[in-house]
């Protein structure tokens, strides 16, 4: 917490609060601002700690740095740190079903291989846990040796699968609340550019969903900041005369950088014809080509780009072919 104003004016001094973002979300910078508090949220990666190898971390060191960094942020000199846009309550809760289906689709994923590997160690192979009919089916199976399943095996299974139908139902009643959310208000805000952003040939409701709420539509300032917030920057490491490049960041949004290589992949099969997919095409092609699965991170981030013109200014790529309105 900082004060600022004229010295020996009491009523012209204004108390102003920062924080680091973390676990506890942005609820309390909500409540300040509702009471007329300026408030700040620094983002912690932006502030420069001691680079020993051993060095003093306590309560009292961290609260004296962040009010240094604070200070020199207020005086504008914005090099000190970053801050986090405060997202609205709404904004927050619109992430939530995108967030829980993501979730509840890695559950799936867990119960359907811990199945799997359970029969695989009794020697049963070719048997699909996630069919409709397998609770049936299940007792109708035998090992190598003749024999059925041993009962606890046969049980741990059973209530597996009923795990998995629970997974099932829930990850279907987002989907089709989703889409009632979708129809009740097709022109509202982030739902126009899920709309407009579906109708790519290759790109799912899902898919689209989940970017716009997630970085689509956050209020950013040009494609250098919507590359960084997702991580698709590089991070070179320059000193004298050795140059060399050591990966993506990786400091932004672990699950949009996911969903973009996904969709980046995509794009090559079902926007062959595009001008990104020509790109990509032209530098893996051939005996010099470059490697395939580093090209498609760069391919990832100018498809990011080109989405984020696409929802903000109309522009569409060049090339790429969209679903007609029904």
């Excluded at 949009?256 to 099969?269: E, P």
């Excluded at 095409?281 to 005996?287: I, L, N, S």
């Amino acid at each position: 917490m900082a004060g600022r104003g004229c010295a020996g004016r009491q009523d012209d001094w204004q108390i102003t609060v920062a924080f680091e973002a973390g676990r506890d979300g942005f609820w309390l910078a909500r409540w300040l601002q509702a009471r007329d508090i300026e408030v700040h949220v620094v983002h912690s990666t932006s502030v420069a700690v001691s680079r020993e190898h051993r060095r003093a971390k306590t309560d009292r060191l961290d609260t004296a740095m962040l009010m240094r960094v604070f200070l020199g942020w207020l005086r504008g000199e914005r090099g000190h740190c970053r801050m986090v846009a405060i997202p609205t309550l709404e904004q927050e809760d619109a992430k939530r079903p995108s967030r829980e289906r993501e979730s509840l689709v890695g559950e799936r994923t867990r119960i359907v291989n811990r199945m799997k590997a359970a029969l695989a160690r009794l020697g049963i192979r070719g048997f699909k846990p996630t069919l409709r009919k397998a609770p049936q089916r299940l007792d109708a199976l035998r090992t190598p040796e003749g024999v059925p399943i041993p009962p606890n095996t046969r049980d741990e299974i059973r209530r597996d699968m009923v795990r998995l139908a629970v997974v099932r139902e829930q990850i279907d009643v987002i989907e089709q609340a989703r889409l009632v959310r979708l129809e009740q208000a097709p022109a509202a805000g982030p739902h126009a550019m899920v709309r407009l952003f579906a109708r790519v040939v290759g790109v799912g409701l899902e898919t689209a969903d989940m970017l716009v709420q997630e970085v689509l539509s956050r209020n950013l300032r040009d494609r250098r900041a919507v590359a960084r917030y997702v991580g698709l920057t590089g991070s070179p490491d320059e000193s004298g005369k050795r140059r060399r490049e050591k990966g993506l960041a990786k400091a932004g949004n672990a699950r949009v950088r996911r969903g973009l290589i996904q969709l980046a992949w995509r794009l090559l099969r079902f926007q062959k014809e595009s001008a990104l997919a020509q790109w990509y095409r032209a530098r893996t092609d051939g005996p010099k080509g470059a490697r395939k699965t580093t090209m498609i991170v760069a391919l990832a981030r100018k498809l990011l780009i080109a989405l984020w013109r696409m929802v903000t200014i109309g522009e569409v790529p060049a090339g790429v072919v969209l679903r007609q309105t029904p």
